[in-house]
């Protein structure tokens, strides 16, 4: 290979090659590019908890209008008559009967009272239907105290039918159902008919008398005020419940919840053909 003496291209050639070394501006920044690294990383680690929280808030503002919006819709009022002291609107879920909590009716506790709380629920018979007579059961035998002194017992209405009801004085599909056993009694007490209307408002008499004084009825009224004295009645669970017992003191029928007048009238007419 041949060789050059020439100064002049030796110098030439040692700048060209300096040019090809490596200088400050490129050398890489590896500090800042882990820098850089570790902050996306540590991002990547956040996403989903920032993901979480998002959906979890959002999940909250849904839960909260839900209950808003149901709170609006069982707000105090909404049924003529439902929500008296010892009331709860909390569980309004439509109209026709009041629910009653169940702990408070099936826990035969003695220390137990009974008449607490209300929900509404739409369980209404429109149609008369009456157990067939080969299978009716025995009604229970009670005796509750009765508001004209004495007590009133399932031997009363021996050889009537009778139309047993529990209300209380917060009820208000009780109150609407109150006229038409008045008109019943009415119309059908000389063919051997008659009503018992058994109270269970906790305070008995003390609310019981002056609410019929307001309110009077041409029937009679009793209380089952305990769980003791509703205990034979089984767990009436609704208000208002009605039974019908026929002339031999077998359960007939059972409505639960405000009943349809025309249907309850239908099946008195047919217990008193019987």
């Not at 902050?39 to 209950?67: D, E, I, K, M, Y």
């Not at 509404?120 to 009604?139: C, H, I, N």
């Not at 305070?203 to 089952?224: C, G, H, K, S």
């Not at 405000?258 to 008195?268: F, G, H, P, Q, W």
């Amino acid at each position: 290979m041949a060789t050059h003496d020439d100064p002049d291209l030796e110098r030439w050639v040692d700048d060209r090659m300096a040019a090809l070394g490596p200088t400050p501006k490129s050398e890489p920044e590896t500090e800042w590019a882990l820098e850089q690294l570790r902050t996306r990383a540590t991002a990547a680690r956040q996403r989903p908890v920032h993901v979480w929280l998002l959906a979890g808030s959002a999940a909250a503002l849904l839960v909260a209008v839900l209950v808003s919006v149901e709170g609006w819709r069982n707000a105090p009022g909404d049924f003529d008559g439902v929500g008296g002291p010892e009331a709860s609107s909390s569980n309004v879920t439509g109209d026709g009967a009041i629910a009653l909590p169940t702990s408070e009716w099936t826990s035969r506790r003695p220390d137990r009272e009974v008449g607490t709380g209300v929900t509404l629920s739409a369980r209404r018979q429109t149609t008369p239907r009456l157990v067939p007579v080969e299978q009716r059961t025995k009604a229970p035998d009670f005796s509750l105290p009765a508001m004209e002194s004495g007590r009133a017992t399932l031997a009363d209405y021996a050889g009537r039918v009778l139309l047993l009801n529990f209300w209380a004085t917060w009820c208000g599909p009780c109150r609407i159902e109150m006229p038409w056993f008045v008109a019943f009694q009415n119309a059908f007490a000389e063919r051997g008919f008659g009503v018992l209307g058994v109270s269970v408002d906790d305070t008995a008499w003390d609310v019981v008398r002056p609410f019929l004084d307001r309110e009077p009825v041409n029937y009679r009224i009793a209380v089952a005020d305990t769980a003791e004295r509703l205990a034979p009645f089984g767990p009436i669970t609704v208000l208002p419940t009605t039974w019908l017992i026929d002339r031999q003191g077998r359960l007939a029928a059972a409505h639960v919840g405000l009943v349809d007048r025309t249907a309850l009238e239908a099946e008195i007419r047919q217990l008193l053909a019987e």
